[in-house]
């Protein structure tokens, strides 16, 4: 089922379909590996509610909800927390 | 023996190791600078090796190349621009797969190149092997295994550098999809035909140089739309047709794909990166939680985060100002006995006023600011080297976000309460510049730890011991609101745009390495003091001159006393100039003087209002207990003629108006350009003067303080 990162639950794999968006946050996106075809875990949100932080590639990145509201998903299922 | 000379650059990403690299290989011999119009830092170090003498620069640490960013372009000048005989990609042996691109981007630049796999050791522990040798085939670059802070493999990596040809690597380029391979042969040729000559030409004259560009690269740049290298094209009337073949083949390319060309691209690189990764390097996953993952589930926590940032912010705080302002009161001390000596010494006269209250004074106030900015960078390059200032731009940026700056403004927002100089040093920090100049102008409007000496003096002088506490909140609460607002303000306004992604990445914790920290605590000191400091010499003695001159009467005889003479002067006609200007927020000119003053510290302004109203010396009242504190307060109340209102009214004009002589000396340097720092005074001193309107016609009509 095709969702965005952005609803994707704490401790939830899922796999990268399509990064929207343009310009500056895409590049910076594309540069740091979140690239259609790679796997992401929803790691925790910040205490105050943003950003979030994820794990892909074998490190951890953060970015803000508007940032993950432009990266389209395939949810994987996951461990949980 | 003559040694040969050669260039090298160290490109890399952020958190690869870079900088502990390049910090061992050239020890102390580093110069830095910053690049002409932007101020990111341009470092050069040198090292012999072999008969070679090798001058390195360390490039800004970047993910791409792209011309997003100042630190990405100036990156990719340096590599275009520059006559380099090699770089050295440092890349991070646990982040391969995402390192590499860079890698590929460097490529395509065609400069030798040589791979340094850093931090071997960490990724080895954590169940990474690579093998080194694969690697290099397959990406068609030499590598070379190195632990950097632990010194191996340097010298296996310098032997690269020096005898690159001796190397048996094959030629390797990273090949995209069909159709865009096409695409990128007919636009080369075309910029290696004809055209060529007639760009080379064009270009000759407004200096863009494409022509000595790798055309494939330059082709991919097109392609990608790149701005930098688009907008330089558009300049050249021989490209146009370049141009429309460029658009025509992009178009008919991202309407098969369904996807733009730019992300084609950078699948392409990701996609034959990963086919390398997967025979080279062997990922055991190592089924429990890494160290960083254990350490984060504290310093993250929802509920445990928060606390823990503040009580780091907390610890910083008494490192730079509890250990620091002893010093600094020390220095103080030895400032004023030089002054003395030197007045003593020297016949008295206007040489002598100049040497002991002039220069000394002025170079007194450059000094004695160097141990808070030496204790502040260490803590901030422990807070960096650990990997804990991105956590706390992480727990911060919600806030921050709000007002249109990144989560890491928060810190030197914090340093400001304590002193705004180190404070606006600390805004290096941020990448991007324009976060960066915002904070810088928001950040005097968190009030520092000279102001706090005045509002205590005028808050026991007219307010109720009861009321003294909330007066006092109220100002550092104002001064905090208005710093938000004024951020918002800037950055929808002044420096309006994107704000900066908060894409970022959180790194492994890490022991930070003494040397490291060492070197880079000095580099801000010694920038502060040689470029700062001249600047804040030179505005200590300007005002010194307008406290001194005239020293007589127009009659050639002298003053009366210390209170006529700074009545006469020209500081004080200047105050006396200005009054109908501070009238309607109701001071008179003798508080318009002690304003002036002011510029020069605010400390300074308790004991020009001394002197001006006859009331002794200040400087027993600052530094002495209670007994002359209530003495100077009463006498402040019976010959100011404030009240409650005026003296409220004027603490938040000292919290609002110009910041001292160093902070603006300081943002010169930070912004390379008066530009700003002419803006900040311009700024402060309406906003005050607006608030401060607000304020006092409100409480006069109101009856409240009066």
Excluded at chain 2, 138 to 152: D, S
Excluded at chain 2, 191 to 217: C, Q
Excluded at chain 2, 586 to 593: A, D, L, N, Y
Aim: net charge negative; charged share 20%.
């Amino acid at each position: 089922m095709k969702s965005l990162l952005s609803d994707l639950e704490i401790g939830q794999n899922a796999k990268i379909v399509k990064v929207i968006g343009n310009g500056a946050v895409r590049r910076r996106m594309i540069d740091m590996g979140i690239v259609p075809g790679t796997v992401v875990k929803m790691e925790r949100y910040a205490p105050l509610g943003d950003p979030f932080q994820i794990k892909l590639k074998g490190c951890h990145l953060s970015l803000r909800k508007e940032e993950a509201e432009t990266v389209v998903i395939e949810a994987l299922g996951g461990t949980g927390r | 023996m003559s040694s040969k000379k050669i260039t090298i650059a160290l490109a890399g990403n952020p958190n690869s190791g870079k900088t502990t690299l390049f910090n061992i290989l050239t020890g102390a011999r580093q110069h830095v600078g910053n690049y002409p119009g932007v101020t990111v830092e341009r470092k050069e170090g040198r090292i012999k090796h072999d008969g070679y003498d090798i001058k390195i620069i360390d490039l800004p640490g970047t993910y791409g190349l792209t011309a997003y960013s100042p630190d990405e372009l100036v990156a990719r000048n340096v590599l275009l621009e520059e006559e380099l005989d090699l770089v050295v990609d440092v890349v991070d042996a646990s982040n391969l797969e995402r390192n590499l691109y860079l890698t590929m981007q460097l490529k395509e630049l065609e400069i030798p190149m040589v791979l340094a796999v850093n931090m071997a050791d960490y990724a080895e522990a954590n169940g990474i092997t690579i093998n080194y040798d694969l690697l290099a085939q397959l990406i068609g670059i030499p590598v070379v295994r190195v632990v950097a802070t632990k010194g191996e493999g340097l010298d296996d990596l310098l032997d690269l550098i020096t005898h690159k040809e001796k190397e048996n690597i094959p030629e390797k380029t990273v090949r995209y999809k069909i159709e865009i391979e096409e695409a990128i042969a007919r636009i080369e040729e075309m910029l290696n035909s004809d055209l060529n000559l007639e760009i080379f030409d064009a270009v000759k004259k407004d200096s863009s140089r494409l022509e000595k560009y790798p055309s494939r690269w330059l082709a991919i740049k097109l392609l990608e739309e790149d701005k930098e290298v688009t907008e330089k094209a558009q300049s050249i009337s021989k490209m146009a047709g370049l141009l429309d073949q460029v658009k025509k083949d992009r178009e008919s390319i991202e309407l098969d794909a369904g996807d733009d060309l730019e992300n084609l691209i950078a699948e392409g690189r990701y996609a034959y990166i990963r086919g390398a990764c997967q025979e080279a390097v062997k990922i055991v996953e190592l089924n429990k939680a890494s160290k960083t993952e254990r350490i984060d589930k504290v310093l993250l926590n929802r509920i445990t985060g928060l606390p823990i940032f503040f009580f780091v912010m907390w610890l910083l705080f008494q490192l730079t100002f509890a250990l620091g302002n002893p010093i600094v009161e020390y220095l103080e001390d030895l400032v004023a006995l030089a002054g003395v000596a030197a007045s003593n010494a020297l016949s008295p006269g206007l040489l002598n006023s100049l040497i002991s209250d002039g220069i000394i004074g002025g170079v007194g106030g450059v000094v004695v600011f160097l141990p808070v900015i030496l204790l502040l960078f260490l803590g901030i390059a422990i807070l960096e080297a650990t990997g804990y200032m991105s956590r706390a731009a992480f727990l911060m940026d919600k806030i921050m976000h709000k007002v249109g700056l990144h989560g890491k403004s928060f810190v030197p927002m914090l340093i400001g309460f304590g002193c705004t100089i180190p404070a606006i040093m600390a805004t290096r920090t941020l990448e991007n510049p324009k976060d960066r100049l915002v904070t810088m102008l928001v950040t005097p409007l968190m009030s520092c730890g000279a102001k706090l000496p005045v509002y205590t003096l005028l808050i026991a002088a007219f307010f109720p011991n009861h009321m003294a506490g909330n007066i006092l909140f109220s100002i550092y609460i104002i001064g905090i609101l208005l710093a938000l607002i004024m951020a918002k303000v800037f950055r929808t306004w002044l420096v309006p745009g994107e704000s900066e992604p908060f894409v970022m990445e959180l790194p492994v914790y890490r022991m930070p390495k003494l040397k490291s920290v060492a070197i880079q605590m000095w580099e801000r000191a010694w920038l502060y003091l040689r470029k700062a400091g001249t600047i804040i010499l030179a505005f200590a003695i300007v005002v010194w001159a307008l406290f001194t001159f005239p020293m007589v009467d127009s009659q050639g005889m002298n003053y009366a006393s210390a209170t006529e003479q700074m009545e006469n002067s020209y500081a004080g006609r200047l105050g006396k100039t200005i009054e109908p200007v501070i009238a309607p927020i109701g001071f008179e000119w003798k508080t318009g003087v002690a304003l002036i003053a002011g510029f020069a510290a605010k400390e300074i302004v308790v004991s020009t209002m001394a002197t001006l109203y006859s009331m002794g010396d200040a400087d027993s009242v600052l530094e002495g207990g209670t007994a002359e504190a209530k003495s100077f307060a009463q006498l402040t109340r019976e010959q100011s003629g404030f009240n409650q209102l005026t003296a409220f009214v004027l603490m938040l004009f000292i919290l609002i108006y110009v910041p001292c002589m160093a902070t603006i000396a300081v943002i010169k340097n930070e912004t390379n350009s008066w530009r700003w720092p002419i803006f900040t005074i311009g700024y402060t001193v309406s906003l005050a003067w607006v608030v401060c309107f607000v304020v006092y016609q409100g409480g006069m009509f109101l009856g409240i303080g009066v």
